[in-house]
């Protein structure tokens, strides 16, 4: 079975322009994360989507956004670049999300660079 | 706000070493605790402990989860360089809005031959 994929794995944009990235989930998995990795803070939740409906998100401004199609995968994007949002952003996978119960598969990431 | 706690921030053993690697952890409506290992690319899942007292194990690796002081351990014994890696305490935890995984700030493993 596949694993995660995120696509692009690189991405350099330049302040104020929007980035869209996207992640297509394990077959037949329904809940999809999103994470901001960066040096300084670590691993950061962002948002869970399950069933084309986000169910939960993190402490990010409304510059980031998100959605999900009905097949599950997942696009982020991000509007109005700021250098900070420069970090890797992580996609994982789960069965339905339930409770915490289910593992999460992460994809490999996009490293984005805002310049 | 939920918050998990690592310790150390980073380690440096010889290989046959044996490390512990320590995650506390305040969350409310705890649902489980998962442990990922870190290289150069995603974390990949090692793994998940629910229930109090029951130790996990894979090969040199194990963990346990105290429910009651709220921490759990990382255990990896004969330590080899392969294990070098950054090790992730990662909390899952159920809000009226859906679910969320807060992650520690992670442990970095080094180990030498």
């Given at each position: 079975?596949?694993?995660?994929?995120?696509?692009?794995?690189?991405?350099?944009?330049?302040?104020?322009?929007?980035?869209?990235?996207?992640?297509?989930?394990?077959?037949?998995?329904?809940?999809?994360?999103?994470?901001?990795?960066?040096?300084?803070?670590?691993?950061?939740?962002?948002?869970?989507?399950?069933?084309?409906?986000?169910?939960?998100?993190?402490?990010?401004?409304?510059?980031?956004?998100?959605?999900?199609?009905?097949?599950?995968?997942?696009?982020?994007?991000?509007?109005?670049?700021?250098?900070?949002?420069?970090?890797?952003?992580?996609?994982?996978?789960?069965?339905?999300?339930?409770?915490?119960?289910?593992?999460?598969?992460?994809?490999?990431?996009?490293?984005?660079?805002?310049? | 706000?939920?918050?998990?706690?690592q310790s150390p921030l980073s380690l440096v053993v010889h290989e046959g070493d044996t490390v512990t690697l320590n995650c506390?952890?305040?969350?409310?409506?705890?649902?489980?605790?998962?442990w990922?290992k870190?290289?150069?690319?995603?974390?990949?899942?090692l793994?998940?402990?629910?229930?109090?007292?029951?130790?996990?194990?894979?090969g040199r690796l194990s963990s346990i989860?105290?429910?009651?002081?709220?921490?759990s351990i990382l255990n990896i014994t004969a330590t080899q360089t392969g294990d070098s890696a950054v090790y992730l305490c990662?909390?899952?935890?159920?809000?009226?809005?859906?679910?969320?995984?807060?992650?520690?700030?992670g442990t970095r493993v080094l180990v030498k031959?």
């Amino acid at each position: 079975k596949a694993g995660v994929t995120q696509t692009p794995r690189y991405l350099i944009k330049t302040r104020g322009q929007q980035v869209t990235l996207s992640c297509s989930p394990i077959s037949g998995h329904r809940s999809v994360s999103w994470y901001q990795q960066t040096p300084g803070q670590g691993l950061q939740f962002l948002f869970e989507y399950f069933s084309e409906t986000q169910r939960n998100k993190g402490n990010f401004p409304g510059r980031f956004s998100g959605r999900q199609f009905s097949n599950s995968r997942s696009e982020m994007n991000v509007s109005t670049l700021e250098l900070g949002d420069s970090a890797l952003y992580l996609c994982a996978s789960s069965l339905s999300g339930r409770g915490g119960q289910e593992t999460q598969y992460f994809g490999p990431g996009t490293r984005l660079l805002v310049l | 706000e939920d918050k998990v706690v690592q310790s150390p921030l980073s380690l440096v053993v010889h290989e046959g070493d044996t490390v512990t690697l320590n995650c506390s952890y305040e969350v409310t409506n705890f649902r489980s605790l998962l442990w990922y290992k870190q290289e150069k690319k995603a974390p990949t899942f090692l793994f998940m402990l629910t229930s109090s007292g029951i130790e996990k194990k894979s090969g040199r690796l194990s963990s346990i989860l105290d429910k009651k002081e709220l921490f759990s351990i990382l255990n990896i014994t004969a330590t080899q360089t392969g294990d070098s890696a950054v090790y992730l305490c990662a909390v899952y935890s159920t809000e009226a809005a859906g679910n969320k995984l807060t992650f520690g700030g992670g442990t970095r493993v080094l180990v030498k031959p």
